[in-house]
């Protein structure tokens, strides 16, 4: 069994990003969603119970600039980041 954890920084800030939603994927099948916590961090990742493989994570991240009260093009440049 191994673990995951994430840590999201917010750039423009230089604070963690709390409130992002994001995804834990294996291929097509959701394992995990839910939004960083004040720390930028899910610690409920860590219980999965995640086998060898490939997994990505998908943070929405317009939607977090979005709200903080940025203005964003439309469609934003940047909506999802993918890893």
Wanted: charged share 20%.
């Amino acid at each position: 069994m191994s673990s995951l954890s994430t840590h999201v920084l917010d750039t423009v800030t230089g604070k963690p990003a709390a409130g992002i939603a994001f995804r834990l994927f294996h291929g097509a099948t959701v394992l995990f969603s839910g939004k960083t916590d004040v720390d930028g961090r899910c610690p409920q990742l860590r219980e999965l119970d995640l086998q060898k493989g490939n997994y990505r994570l998908e943070f929405d991240v317009a939607d977090y600039f979005l709200s903080q009260g940025m203005t964003l093009s439309d469609p934003p440049f940047l909506g999802r980041v993918v890893s």
